[in-house]
């Protein structure tokens, strides 16, 4: 029996891998194993049913983003959750998965408000007709949402990701998975808010921007929909996320 079909279930060893990754990263970034030591291999195998190999490539992940470290003879610890890979998109779903994680959000929404207004600006300057298709597309998928004929999530999810690539700036595009990630809880959250929803009209003075190739103007429309998303998760209630 190989490992890409074990426990007679036929399910593929990168399913296992990534199953194993899934349970074990949102027991670390829950605390799990904040005052009881890391399994070992073997241990882990056991409990998950599942061969070393795929043990092993899950530890290496796990390892990829910042969350153990395994030293000689000493096995494999947790590491400090300052050496957590914050961009990186599964972490920050278990953090957000946390019960009361407003504070999250702020950080979150705090670094969107540095980068996102100047992706709108870039987009303005470079973005290519299809670009800007894509942005528009956005818009109206957001304004179907509104009538309840598309999703709202990823209706605004698109817009946004539109816009960074639209940047043409490698680094800013590479956000999109970052963003996307977050903006599903975020929009959640601020949507969840008695008389809140995203606000058509501060998206269309985006598009009009970026369209118009004003790129101040761009930037400004930008941090002002951020900004106001701010406002309201610093408004919110520490457990509000609670019911998420």
């Known amino acids: 029996m190989t490992d890409g079909r074990i426990n007679g279930g036929g399910r593929s060893s990168r399913n296992l891998t990534y199953g194993m990754l899934d349970s ?10 904040r005052d009881r030591p890391f399994p070992t ?4 195998a056991k409990s998950h049913g599942v061969s070393r190999s795929v043990t ?39 953090l957000l998965e946390r ?5 999250l959000l702020r950080h979150f929404t705090q670094l969107r408000l540095a980068i996102e207004p100047e992706a709108a ?10 670009d800007r298709e894509l942005i528009r597309a956005g818009l109206e998928r957001m304004e179907a949402a509104e009538r309840g004929r598309d999703d709202t999530l990823d209706a605004d999810i698109a817009f946004h990701v539109a816009v960074l690539n639209a940047s043409k700036n490698p680094f800013y595009a590479q956000f999109r998975d970052v963003v996307a990630t977050a903006l599903m809880k975020s929009i959640r959250f601020t949507n969840s808010i008695k008389g809140h929803s995203a606000s058509i009209a501060e998206h269309q003075a985006v598009l009009d921007a970026v369209l118009a190739g004003d790129a101040a103007r761009a930037r400004d429309a930008m941090r002002l929909l951020i900004a106001n998303v701010l ?14």
Do not use: C, Y
Not at 41 to 44: G, R, Y
Not at 64 to 79: E, F, H, I, M, N
Not at 121 to 130: F, T
């Open 231 to 244: 406002q309201l998760i610093e408004g919110a209630e520490p457990d509000g996320m609670g019911q998420l």
């Open 121 to 130: 600006a870039l987009a303005a300057r470079h973005a290519e007709p299809a």
């Open 41 to 44: 291999e073997a241990e882990l």
């Open 56 to 94: 092993r490539e899950a530890m290496k992940m796990l390892a990829a983003k910042g969350l153990v470290s395994a030293r000689p003879r000493q096995g494999t610890a947790v590491r400090p959750s300052g050496s957590w890979n914050l961009f990186d998109p599964d972490v920050l779903r278990w």
């Open 99 to 103: 019960q009361f994680s407003v504070d």
């Open 24 to 33: 074990l990263g949102r027991a670390i970034v829950t605390g799990r194993f």
